[in-house]
């Protein structure tokens, strides 16, 4: 079984500063924890950005440059930027900071969906929230459509080509898996694949171990076990863990992270290296050994740190 390649995914774009204190938002925290958990054992760092006053979600590319530029000077791990952007945002609006930076990696939707986190807000009173825009903008997510049209997808695979930069598709459920096989057909992409499956999103499929098998089975049939790789997320706790460690089993790769989880045990808040840590450990215990980025570059036929442009 190939080394386990390991992703942390510092901040994301839908948990809030209220939920935790330890979620990063400025330059300087993104990129000192992006190099904390390299240093902690983290191959790849999935890089979103977020206003440095107030924490909130932003596609600046300016702002993501000044990260992953940061990130490159002290670490060498994998760089994923994402491509997911926010409502009302066009594909070439969430395309900017991928096609500028030119990463090894940018994230690569396959599908529009129905992606909300609103039951949250029902933790809170008003005077819980630490800023003023996070519970509309958690509300908000009730009526979100997450679009990735055809259209879209096209946008998406004619720019990464351009650029230079291999996509990290990612699958919440299995007719995404189809998309990606008709994206195949029409000549806009082509193996080897490196696909994560999100699972646990309210919207997408459950992070289960019977939905988990449902989508590396599928996969499998549409695509051929030869022609990809796949990592898994669990969003939310325990979830997180517990698809961390089939996927060890199952011989795929795990991506952890404040975006999609912030506790470290039932009722312990994590930080990400807190989160890394763990699935280190879990890891260990099926002997299952962490690949260094460049042994992840090898595995994924990635075109190296000095071929990006930031």
């Not at 390991?6 to 938002?25: E, H, K, R």
């Not at 039951?119 to 929230?129: F, S």
């Not at 679009?147 to 990290?168: C, H, I, L, Q, W």
């Not at 404040?258 to 994590?270: G, S, T």
Request: glycine share 8%; with cysteine; aromatic share 8%.
């Amino acid at each position: 079984m190939e080394k386990l390649i390991l992703t942390s995914a510092l901040t994301g774009a839908i948990t809030v500063p209220t939920q935790t204190t330890s979620l990063p938002f400025t330059i300087e925290g993104i990129a000192q924890d992006a190099i904390a958990c390299a240093r902690a054992g983290a191959t790849s760092i999935h890089i979103h950005a977020r206003d440095p006053e107030n924490g909130r979600p932003s596609s600046d590319p300016e702002l993501v440059r000044k990260i992953v530029t940061r990130i490159k000077e002290g670490c060498d791990a994998i760089i994923c930027i994402t491509t997911g952007g926010g409502m009302g945002m066009t594909p070439q609006d969430r395309l900017r900071a991928a096609a500028s930076c030119q990463p090894e990696l940018a994230t690569f939707n396959l599908g529009s969906m129905n992606f909300s986190m609103h039951p949250v807000a029902r933790r809170y009173v008003p005077e819980d929230w630490l800023f003023g825009w996070e519970p509309e903008y958690v509300e908000g997510t009730k009526d979100f459509i997450f679009r990735n049209t055809f259209g879209d997808m096209e946008v998406f695979a004619n720019t990464m080509k351009e650029s230079n930069v291999r996509p990290e598709f990612e699958a919440y459920d299995v007719g995404h898996l189809y998309n990606l096989k008709f994206l195949e057909k029409d000549g806009l992409v082509g193996p080897p694949y490196w696909i994560q499956f999100v699972l646990g999103v309210l919207g997408g499929l459950a992070a289960t171990p019977e939905d988990l098998i449902t989508m590396k089975q599928t996969a499998d049939r549409l695509l051929g076990p030869e022609n990809y790789r796949w990592s898994v997320i669990g969003v939310g706790y325990p979830m997180e863990f517990n698809m961390a460690a089939m996927a060890i089993m199952m011989g795929g790769h795990v991506r952890v992270g404040l975006e999609d989880n912030i506790f470290v045990r039932r009722k312990v808040l994590a930080t990400n290296v807190d989160l890394v840590e763990k699935v280190k450990r879990i890891a260990a215990e099926f002997e299952r050994e962490i690949a260094t980025p460049d042994e992840a570059r090898q595995i994924l036929g990635l075109k190296g740190l000095e071929a990006v442009n930031f």
